[in-house]
């Protein structure tokens, strides 16, 4: 949670202290006061025990810290980070060069094909990776399109799996963003005034979905530099499988390593919230799992 | 000499819903046209149209001269302004202002020039940097108004521009809009439901219903001499009564079994006939008025305070019909105005041109809903 986040969540407590202390038991202590701090509490303790346990489990290593000065010595941690953090991105672009048109063009021209398309996007809720990844293996291991038979072939097929695995996030972040606008009128003025379909997407709706984007785009990359199952089986040099083996060898350092991720996404976050300021639009994650 | 040209538009949906049938307009240059009519009546696709946005299903629509029916909406230079302002929320006032001149590849110079103007005119001084979100809802409908102008389109489409202001705004916006509209010279289609707006602002009106153009006339014509029950009833305030026809020639009818007389002749009546006069209530006074004047008799049923009008109801007797007939009439409202108690036998007089008849009434019973000082 970012400081932000503990502001606002200090402040609603302190709103909801406020309003009970305008109930008609005002002098003495609430229950349903106690009862909202428990809660808070308890959520404190589920998020950060986990976090705790992994940390002081880092530190059983002798000398201390040296789980994380041997994680951060070695170069395959980099390697597969630097790895992740490329294909993400690229996910990321392909992603949303597919999901912004086709999210747009439904809400304006076919909403009644909306349903349809909401469908599609959820399927890799549906479909296991194993699944997927073992379709695009036995699909493109063979002419006419042998992917697999290079790096780079593999790695745009792990690029294409990734982006199908980002659908239901990114094509949700987007619908979210364009339903905050009035995208039929905004469609309209732009072409009143002589835009055509690129000027329309590029500079009236694209800027307005800014802050959907990051959101959608933050969540893509925290699933492909998590991601396992396809990486490994498609032989990728990601980060999923750099951690799984790395627990079978070097526990300490396997946590230290997820630590260090936990950090990086908190750092990503805050970059979005940092992004996202000025803009009148909240941060919508949704999709989440 | 005609500038804008609607001709035979029809607009037929999936459904076989008929949103427009055989609209037929012919505006001036420089003419401000107004397309008035209840929800649903087909104005705003009909203005769709003419934007672009909605391919007619037969018809054609030329601007000066040239065919623009098939042309996509960013072919036409055709402005418009939305009701819900559809401002750019990523963009300040400036750079609303001068997005289509920026489409259309301007030097930075001329859309700087072009803007600081029309924001001039808009009485926007100081708020160039502002975002949409910053600005009250009659500034950002001002600014609409200065983007569409900016492209200096050859017809400006306003669709119930505003609709969603408040009534003091919008008193204000409406004198603006005219006064630029004056001095810009600038062909002007203006959508409304909103009939004081419409009657005020227009060099013309179209009256619409279920598709289909009512009446097109000047704001007088179309107040004092509406062509159809629905324009009698829509525009303003009308006593539609049913009258019996004595002599057609000479326009004497009988209301309530008391003889009354139109100025004009009663050309698709024959003695005998029943027709639906339509009698103004502010064309009715209250007494037994000037020589040559119609007079009506009957009870003042009740008093209505509207402000600055007093509204009279009054019971004619049934007459020949059988039916009792009731009309309003208005009154200034003053201080010193003695009025009759509710309950007694009045008079009131009117002149002859203050009743017509409405065409296409003949044999055709008065409206249930507006036979008593219709209202919309």
């Known amino acids: 949670m970012t400081m932000g986040g503990a502001n606002r969540l200090g402040q609603g407590i302190e709103a909801m202290q406020g309003k009970a202390s305008l109930t008609p038991s005002k002098g003495r202590k609430s229950p349903l006061r106690f009862g909202w701090w428990l809660i808070f509490w308890a959520g404190v303790l589920y998020f950060f025990l986990p976090l705790l346990g992994t940390f002081v489990f880092s530190m059983k290593s002798i000398p201390l810290f040296s789980a994380y000065v041997g994680v951060l010595q070695d170069p395959k941690f980099y390697g597969s980070l630097g790895y992740s953090f490329i294909v993400g991105i690229i996910t990321i672009a392909v992603s949303i060069g597919l999901m912004v048109p086709t999210a747009f063009w439904v809400r304006l021209r076919m909403p009644r094909a909306r349903p349809y398309v909401e469908f599609v996007t959820l399927m890799p809720f549906v479909i296991p990776p194993v699944v997927l990844v073992f379709g695009l293996i036995s699909t493109y291991s063979h002419a006419p399109l042998p992917f697999t038979w290079t790096d780079m072939g593999s790695t745009a097929l792990l690029t294409f799996g990734y982006v199908v695995l980002s659908f239901p996030y990114m094509y949700r972040a987007v619908d979210t963003g364009l339903r905050s606008m009035d995208v039929q009128s905004l469609t309209e003025a732009a072409q009143s005034l002589g835009a055509g379909w690129f000027r329309i997407l590029f500079f009236v709706i694209l800027p307005n979905l800014r802050v959907a984007l990051l959101s959608g785009a933050f969540l893509t990359l925290a699933i492909v530099v998590g991601e396992f199952t396809m990486a490994l089986f498609l032989a990728r040099p990601a980060f999923g499988p750099y951690l799984a083996n790395l627990g079978s060898t070097k526990p300490y350092e396997q946590a230290a390593v997820a630590l260090i991720s936990f950090g990086l996404t908190w750092i990503a976050m805050g970059f979005i919230a940092l992004l996202g300021r000025g803009s009148r639009s909240r941060i919508t994650v949704t999709g989440a799992h | 000499m005609t500038f804008l040209e609607l001709t035979g538009i029809q607009k037929h949906f999936a459904g076989g819903v008929v949103a427009v049938d055989d609209f037929n307009l012919s505006a001036a240059r420089g003419e401000f046209v107004s397309f008035l009519g209840p929800s649903g009546c087909g104005k705003t696709t009909t203005l769709r149209m003419i934007a672009g946005f909605e391919q007619p299903t037969a018809g054609a629509i030329t601007v000066d001269g040239l065919d623009i029916t098939h042309r996509a909406p960013n072919q036409r230079n055709v402005g418009m302004v939305f009701q819900s302002y559809a401002l750019f929320p990523n963009m300040n006032v400036a750079e609303n202002i001068g997005f289509g001149l920026k489409v259309r590849k301007r030097p930075k110079a001329e859309i700087a020039k072009r803007v600081d103007e029309l924001i001039a005119l808009m009485h926007l001084e100081g708020r160039a ?125 009988a209301v309530g079994g008391q003889e009354i007389r139109t100025a004009r002749a009663l050309t698709d009546a024959r003695a005998g006939d029943r027709i639906t006069l339509a009698l103004r209530p502010e064309g009715i006074e209250l007494g037994e008025g000037a020589a040559g004047d119609n007079r009506l008799s009957g009870m003042l049923a009740d008093i209505g305070f509207l402000g600055s009008i007093v509204r009279l109801r009054l019971t004619l007797p049934a007459g020949d019909s059988g039916i009792a007939r009731e009309i309003f009439l208005d009154m200034f409202n003053d201080p010193n105005l003695a009025l009759p108690v509710v309950g007694a036998t009045v008079t009131v007089s009117f002149q002859p041109e203050a009743c017509f008849m409405l065409t296409g009434s003949v044999g055709v019973p008065v409206p249930v809903a507006t036979e008593v000082g219709a209202e919309v």
Do not use: C
């Open chain 2, 129 to 253: 940097d502002r975002y949409p979100w910053q600005m009250s809802g009659g500034q950002q409908q001002r600014v609409a108004l200065a983007r569409a102008l900016a492209i200096e389109p050859q017809v400006l489409l306003l669709d119930e521009p505003l609709s969603a202001l408040d009534a003091k705004i919008r008193i204000v916006l409406r004198k603006e809009i005219r006064s630029i509209q004056r001095q810009l010279g600038i062909t002007t289609v203006y959508v409304t439901h909103d009939q004081e707006e419409a009657l005020s602002m227009s060099d013309r009106v179209v009256v619409m219903s279920d598709g289909h153009v009512e009446q097109i006339g000047t704001p007088s014509e179309i107040y004092n001499f509406p062509s159809t029950a629905f324009v009698a009833s829509f525009v303003g305030t009308l006593n539609l009564v049913e009258a019996g026809v004595i002599d057609a020639g000479t326009g004497r009818v």
